[in-house]
C-alpha cells in the first residue's frame, strides 16, 4: 500500500480507530512537533510510518465496506479527499458525472443508431446527457433506449444507448474495446 492510500484512510477515516489507536496519533503529534532535535524527529517519524500502516492494514482487514476510495474516472488515481471532483494528477473534472457505465458490447444496426449495450453501475442516465469516452479518445452525445438482448438463451433487460455522431471508424474501434468492458462517465455537459 502505498504512502498517499495510507494517509487518505488515516487522515478521513479515523472514525474506525480504535481509542488506543487515535491516543497513539495524538501522542505522535505531540511529540513531533514538540521535538527540537532534528534526529529524533525521524526517528519518531520512522516508527510512526509503521503505526500507520499496521492501523491501515487493521482497517482493510477488519471494515474495508466503510472505507470509500474516491478515485479519478479518468486516470483511476486516488483523489485528494473523499469529496474531491478534480483529480490533482490528470487534472480531469467529474464535477458534472451523473452515471457510470459498463460497456458490455457495441452494435449498428442498419439506418439506425450505433448503440452501447451495457448497464449503469451508478447513477441515472436520461436523454441530453453526454457520454464521456475521452478514455478511448472520443466525447459524445447520447440518447437512451431500452434493449433486449439473450444471454445463454435467457432474455436479458439491459440499457442501450444510441448515437448517430459517430464516424465508421470510430464505431469499430469501439467495437475492438468493447470486449475491455470499460466503465465511462456520464455526464451533464461536455
Known sequence: MDKDTIQYIITYFINLMTHDEK???????FTYKT???????????????????????????????KVFFNTCPQCNRLARTPFAKQCRYCGYSWRNLV??????????????????????????????????????GLNKKITIEFADKLTNGKPWNG???????LTEEEQ???????????IIPITTSS
Open 159 to 165: 440499457v442501450g444507448l444510441g448515437t448517430n455522431e
Open 99 to 136: 452515471a457510470q457505465f459498463k460497456i458490455d458490447s457495441v452494435f449498428k444496426i442498419t439506418n439506425r443508431s450505433f448503440y452501447f449495450l451495457g448497464e449503469i453501475i451508478d447513477g441515472e442516465i436520461n436523454p441530453g446527457q453526454w457520454m464521456d469516452l475521452t478514455k478511448l
Open 23 to 29: 491516543l497513539a496519533l495524538k501522542y505522535h503529534i
Open 35 to 65: 521535538s527540537d532535535n532534528p534526529e529524533t524527529g525521524s526517528l519518531i517519524q520512522h516508527s510512526y510510518d509503521e503505526f500507520e500502516f499496521k492501523v491501515v492494514q487493521r482497517i482493510m482487514t477488519e471494515t474495508p465496506e
Open 172 to 182: 469499430e474501434f469501439l467495437k475492438q474495446k468493447s470486449f475491455l468492458h470499460p
